[in-house]
């Protein structure tokens, strides 16, 4: 090693790099602080302490004052986006950081950092240092020379490179070190807007400057070029020159090389833990000071004299919260305790030790992503981290495995806790096997943590505990055709990913279960979604019967009206062409018929032909009408006619939907296999499809029960209008009242006009919507819509109040909550940022609504579950779509299905206004809604 080896950090492309690495999966403290910049660089400057051990080191910051090349050309970097927040916010953090670490912080006001770090650095050189410039800044490359590399740090899987003379001149591909100089005047820079000469990129740059040596002499000569590039070297030759200069960094700047001040001695251990702990760097802590963090799991309770572990192997301590760390922790280069249980005595052996435990984790193995459809493979296991057992199963044995188990599931006393536990609720279920005690879904509960992050176990694993999990690619091949499936995979290898699986999940609850708490979010994860499970699990196996006869007959009865929909396009078109191309669309709408002046035009230079595009031209045009009336039938056809059949389970007959507690940050649910929130309703063509859903045999009936206007109830209640809760509590129609105010007249003058812009209006107001907004769906000029949302305001007063106050409360909290608790976070709330601030304060509005009205009828839902349990009915929830319940009720059972359902529903949560159900029967769902 060198006797003196000084590093330099150029700190905001550091700060730069750290923020957006982590922008997708932001790093939120308690304090509601995004953190994610700070720990990158701190990571970053660590490792460089650690491994490359400098005797010397410096971080260099750009100020805010104006540089020469500011002076210079004015448009100097003017195209950058402002700074991010984060990022501000970061810089003086990084700053007292830098200083904690008893490094000195390098500015100077009129130059940027690597005017300072090349100063700095030519000088250290001369006095015997080796110098590494760290930045991802390929610009630095001018700079190396003998003793001087250019140090880019590791990033998104590529390692560490050193650049010194020979790597530098070989990537800019050119003769002397200097001409990287003048590579940046030729082909410029886009990220600091320095224009270069147009048409000039780096090929021919290093063509150019093989011939000529420097932009001057290129510029000097100019008689000897050709064609467009004699032209634009002409042209822009100066700009060349300028741009040259733009991009020489200088290294004569006013600053002292201090040797002494840069000599690294060790960090200050008192400053740097009060920073790391207000920061909540709880890893970074014990990573560098070498403390030990608190457990976060409560610790099981042991057996006094009993052996407590399956194999006797020693209990891992388990994390505290992961931060992120250099090295990410795999199945390779972390110790763990995996094993493969496949004998009678291993399985007795666990099911005793299982039996023994407060809690466990268990995950299912199985052939199929479709759980109804699913046929078991192997159960894996985990009640100690790094941990993990997994029982393979054949035909043969399934059976007689599965009832070993059975005790230790249905054990009330022992808590479950699982990944997506639903799935493996249902698959068990499948074969007889039920699943009882608390239980603890790991996805759940990181959804109500952050409901608008991703919430796989991959992702949780790596973000949470820094630990990247086998892939299941690396068993059974990728996605495709050709993918194998688990079951004929060697238990063996099975064994390490099921295990690893189960001790993965088992460490994410140690590390959820604090901060559901912490956030006050407990009551909710405990009351409503953990019990939703076997509600949605039961509603999943109930399944939903469809007539696929009416189907067929619909199927071609719409194929037929889209072929006479097509052929009268083309006529109106005058000739025949592809309407499902956007490209021979916007030809034949834009181009032929010339139905607007000045068409929009997507990025890749075509028409565009969106919904959005076509509904403003239906109403003057009859062929736009007509495709979009072609796109609608088509859809209808493909989505749901002809895919629902394909769907219907060969076990059974019947379809069995997939519900997804989190994917709407809102807290509604979602469904796929089909997506039964999708189907239509608003055309009498989608109501259609509702038919098909029908009783699953003649001794049954479908019974719709539904909220009315649950989410305007609910505004009303939060906002305590007067005039909306009169409404509601004297059963009037709100809209048409809503109407009334508005336009000032009695409710019997109230026009159909009038009721559909009020129904508008109230709909739009709970989502926030804005006066060219409402202009929009109205089809009505933005000053009459700003003035009909004024007047709702003075008419409505209170509900102005709420949604100001509900504003103001998320601009201090940064999260808004439902009836029930259930929290929306809008960190940009306080942003600069326009755009960002006005959609975070309609979330503000529309969030608490749209959130409560889940919250009641995810308690409706389990309430009703819980008495039809209870009371033992024949009769079957069978679908959840938006504010409404369909249930196959047997006949002997409708009158009281009717009444308990309605009062369940209406009495499921306490509003300032009553809620309101209707509840309609028929022999298939249309006539049952």
């Known amino acids: 090693m060198p006797d003196k080896k000084l590093f330099l950090l150029d700190a905001m492309a550091l700060i730069y790099r750290a923020h957006f690495a982590f922008s997708k999966n932001p790093r939120i403290n308690s304090k509601g602080l995004n953190t994610g910049a700070p720990l990158g660089f701190t990571n970053s400057l660590i490792e460089i302490i650690k491994k490359e051990k400098p005797t010397h080191i410096g971080v260099a910051f750009d100020t805010k004052a104006p540089t020469f090349r500011h002076i210079e050309y004015k448009e100097y970097k003017a195209q950058r986006q402002e700074q991010p927040e984060d990022i501000t916010t970061a810089i003086p953090i990084i700053k007292d950081i830098v200083k904690g670490f008893q490094i000195p912080v390098l500015e100077k006001d009129g130059f940027e950092a690597d005017d300072i770090i090349g100063t700095l650095a030519k000088r250290a050189s001369k006095e015997g240092f080796e110098v590494y410039m760290m930045t991802p800044d390929k610009d630095y490359g001018q700079l190396v020379e003998e003793h001087i590399y250019l140090y880019k740090p590791a990033f998104m899987g590529n390692g560490v490179e050193i650049l010194g003379v020979e790597e530098v001149l070989a990537?800019?591909?050119?003769?002397?070190?200097?001409?990287?100089?003048?590579?940046?005047?030729?082909?410029?820079?886009?990220?600091?807007?320095i224009p270069g000469i147009p048409g000039i990129g780096p090929k021919t740059a290093t063509k150019l400057l093989a011939e000529y040596g420097t932009v001057e002499n290129l510029v000097a000569n100019t008689d000897k070029l050709k064609g467009k590039q004699k032209e634009r070297v002409i042209e822009f030759g100066e700009q060349g020159i300028l741009s040259k200069k733009l991009a020489t960094i200088d290294i004569n700047v006013p600053v002292d090389f201090d040797e002494e001040a840069l000599k690294y001695s060790g960090f200050n251990e008192p400053e740097l833990k009060n920073i790391f702990e207000d920061l909540e760097f709880r890893t970074l802590s014990k990573r560098l000071f070498g403390e030990s963090t608190p457990a976060t799991a409560k610790q099981r309770t042991k057996t006094q004299g009993q052996q407590t572990s399956l194999f006797d192997t020693a209990p891992v301590a388990e994390e505290s919260e992961e931060e992120v760390q250099a090295e990410k922790k795999t199945l390779e280069n972390t110790k763990h305790s995996y094993h493969l249980i496949d004998t009678k005595d291993k399985v007795d052996s666990l099911i005793h030790f299982l039996s023994l435990q407060e809690e466990f984790c268990f995950d299912t193995e199985t052939t199929s992503i479709q759980a109804y459809e699913a046929k078991l493979v192997g159960m894996s296991f985990s009640y100690y981290a790094s941990e993990g057992y997994y029982v393979p199963v054949n035909d043969d044995n399934v059976a007689e495995v599965l009832e070993a188990f059975k005790p230790v599931f249905a054990n009330e006393k022992i808590a479950k806790i699982g990944q997506n536990i639903k799935y493996d609720l249902t698959v068990l279920h499948s074969y007889g096997v039920e699943v009882k005690?608390?239980?603890?879904?790991?996805?759940?509960?990181?959804?109500?943590?952050?409901?608008?992050?991703?919430?796989?176990?991959?992702?949780?694993?790596?973000?949470?505990?820094?630990?990247?999990?086998?892939?299941?690619?690396?068993?059974?091949?990728?996605?495709?055709?050709?993918?194998?499936?688990?079951?004929?995979?060697?238990?063996?290898?099975?064994?390490?990913?099921?295990?690893?699986d189960a001790d993965v999940t088992w460490q994410l609850k140690a590390v959820f279960a604090p901060k559901l708490a912490k956030l006050n979010q407990e009551k909710l994860f405990r009351e409503i979604e953990m019990p939703l499970v076997n509600v949605l699990a039961q509603i999943e196996e109930n399944g939903v019967k469809v007539d696929i006869d009416s189907l067929k007959k619909y199927s071609n009865e719409l194929e037929e009206e889209v072929k006479a929909i097509e052929q009268k396009i083309f006529k109106e078109a005058g000739e025949e062409f592809n309407i499902g191309s956007p490209k021979q669309l916007g030809v034949i709408l834009f181009e032929k018929l010339k139905l607007i002046e000045k068409p929009k035009k997507t990025k890749s230079g075509?028409?565009?032909t969106g919904e959005e595009i076509l509904i403003t031209l239906a109403k003057e045009h009859q062929i736009v009408q007509d495709i979009l009336d072609f796109r609608q039938l088509q859809k209808l056809k493909s989505t749901y006619v002809d895919a629902l059949p394909a769907l219907i389970s060969e076990k059974d007959g019947l379809i069995h939907t997939s519900y997804n507690q989190a994917v709407a940050a809102t807290g509604r649910l979602s469904s796929t296999n089909p997506n039964l929130q999708n189907i239509p309703i608003r055309t009498e063509r989608g109501r259609e499809i509702r038919k098909?859903?029908?009783?699953?045999?003649?001794?049954?009936?479908?019974?719709?029960?539904?909220?009315?206007?649950?989410?305007?109830?609910?505004?009303?209640?939060?906002?305590?209008?007067?005039?909306?809760?009169?409404?509601?509590k004297e059963k009037k129609d709100i809209h048409a009242a809503t109407a009334a105010r508005i336009n000032k007249v009695p409710l019997e003058e109230v026009s159909p006009e009038m009721r559909r812009k009020a129904k508008t209006a109230n709909f739009g107001i709970i989502y926030g919507i804005s006066a060219f907004g409402l202009s929009q769906r109205l089809n009505i000029p933005r000053k009459e819509a700003g003035e009909l949302i004024d007047t709702y305001f003075q008419e409505f007063p209170s509900v102005k109040e709420y949604m100001d106050w509900v504003i103001n409360f998320a601009r201090e909290q940064e999260y808004v909550e439902t009836i029930m608790g259930r929290r929306r976070y809008l960190r940009d709330i306080n942003s600069r940022n326009f755009t960002q601030r006005g959609f975070a304060e309609r979330n503000a509005i529309n969030a608490p609504i749209q959130g409560s009205a889940a919250d009641v009828i995810k308690k409706a839902m389990i309430d009703i579950h819980q008495w039809m349990q209870k009371e033992k009915l024949r009769s079957k929830m069978i679908m959840q779509v938006h504010d409404e319940?369909?249930?196959?009720?047997?006949?002997?059972?409708?009158?009281?299905?009717?009444?308990?359902?309605?009062?369940?529903?209406?009495?499921?949560?306490?509003?300032?206004?009553p809620l309101e159900v209707e509840v309609g029967v028929g022999n298939n769902w249309l006539e049952a809604h």
């Not at 001409?179 to 005047?185: E, M, Y």
């Not at 019974?703 to 009315?708: K, N, P, Q």
């Not at 609910?714 to 007067?722: K, L, P």
């Not at 059972?893 to 300032?912: T, Y």
């Open 606 to 608: 075509q028409y565009a």
């Open 885 to 913: 319940l369909v249930f196959d009720v047997h006949k002997d059972e409708l009158e009281i299905m009717q009444s308990q359902v309605k009062k369940l529903m209406e009495n499921a949560v306490k509003l300032g206004v």
């Open 437 to 500: 005690g608390d239980l603890f879904d790991t996805m759940l509960a990181h959804y109500l943590l952050e409901p608008d992050s991703r919430h796989n176990m991959d992702v949780l694993a790596e973000n949470y505990l820094n630990y990247i999990p086998l892939s299941i690619e690396t068993l059974i091949g990728k996605k495709g055709k050709k993918q194998g499936n688990m079951q004929d995979v060697d238990p063996v290898k099975v064994a390490e990913y099921a295990s690893e």
């Open 692 to 728: 098909a859903f029908v009783a699953r045999d003649e001794n049954y009936v479908i019974m719709a029960a539904d909220y009315s206007q649950v989410e305007l109830r609910i505004m009303a209640s939060f906002s305590r209008d007067e005039h909306m809760i009169e409404a509601f």
């Open 171 to 193: 990537k800019w591909k050119v003769e002397r070190i200097e001409q990287v100089i003048d590579c940046l005047g030729l082909q410029g820079d886009s990220v600091d807007n």
